[in-house]
C-alpha cells in the first residue's frame, strides 16, 4: 500500500515541526506536477514566529531535496494558518477558548450555525456561550469553526 504524496510530507515534516515545540495544523499540495506549492500551516500554544516558519521551513526544504520526495521544482510556505482559516484540529480549539467563535455544523442532516464564546473543549465536544445560553457542539458534526476577531 502506497501513501500519497501528502502523507509522505507530513511523515517527513512531523518530526522537524515537533522538535521546533511546534504542531502541524495542515499540509496541503497543490499545482501542476512539473511545479507543486506545498504549503504547511503550524501553531505553538504561545503563537507562531517569522523566525520559527523560517526555521522548519530551511530543515524541512533541505529534507525534501535530499529524499528527492517532490520530482521538479516545488514551492514551500510554512506559516502560522492565521485568523482567517479554520479550526482543523482539537489542539486549536483548546488554545481559543474564551474567544468568539462562528461554528457551521450538522444536526440531523441540518445544517446549523451559531456564534459565541467557546467556553469548553474535550474529545468529542464544545461548549459555546450564546446570548446567555451554553450550546453543546459534537466535534464530528462540525463542518468549520473560525474564530470571530475582536476590533477595540
Known amino acids: ?88 484540529i482539537l489542539r486549536q480549539y483548546k488554545r481559543n477558548i474564551g474567544k468568539s467563535v462562528k461554528i457551521r455544523f450538522k444536526v440531523d442532516q441540518v445544517d446549523q450555525v451559531i456564534e459565541g464564546t467557546l467556553q469548553e473543549v474535550n474529545d468529542l465536544s464544545i461548549m459555546v456561550a450564546e446570548k446567555g445560553n451554553i450550546t453543546e457542539v459534537a466535534l464530528n458534526s462540525i463542518i468549520e469553526t473560525v474564530v470571530v476577531p475582536k476590533f477595540k
Open 1 to 88: 500500500m502506497s501513501i500519497n504524496l501528502e502523507e509522505q510530507l507530513k511523515n517527513i515534516a512531523s518530526p522537524i515541526v515537533e522538535k521546533n515545540s511546534a504542531y502541524i495544523v495542515e499540509l496541503l499540495v497543490r499545482g501542476e506536477r512539473t511545479s507543486k506549492v506545498v504549503e504547511l500551516f503550524i501553531d505553538t500554544d504561545t503563537g507562531v514566529s517569522i523566525d520559527l516558519c523560517t526555521a522548519i521551513s530551511r530543515e524541512f526544504s533541505a529534507q525534501l531535496d535530499e529524499q528527492d520526495v517532490i520530482p521538479g521544482r516545488y514551492r514551500l510556505d510554512v506559516s502560522s494558518p492565521g485568523i482567517d482559516r479554520p479550526l482543523k
